[in-house]
């Protein structure tokens, strides 16, 4: 019985992030997307896995 061994490397280069459209001065769109992430993600990923934490 022979086995052969593959060895994956992860790429150590960058992706780039594609840009968000940020719109700080829109107060009801952020409350909005703030109540999103409280109802559907931060159960799982909690607020360290914002992108921007602003």
């Known amino acids: 019985m022979s086995f052969i061994t593959v060895q ?3 790429s150590e ?4 992030l ?3 459209p ?3 001065n ?3 769109a952020l409350q909005n ?3 999103l992430f409280v109802n559907y ?3 799982c990923h909690g607020a360290v ?3 921007y934490n602003r």
């Open 26 to 28: 829109n107060m009801s």
């Open 8 to 10: 994956s490397f992860a």
């Open 41 to 43: 993600c931060m159960n």
């Open 13 to 16: 280069g960058e992706h780039p």
């Open 22 to 24: 940020n719109r700080l």
């Open 33 to 35: 997307g703030a109540k």
């Open 49 to 51: 896995s914002m992108r």
């Open 18 to 20: 594609d840009k968000a």
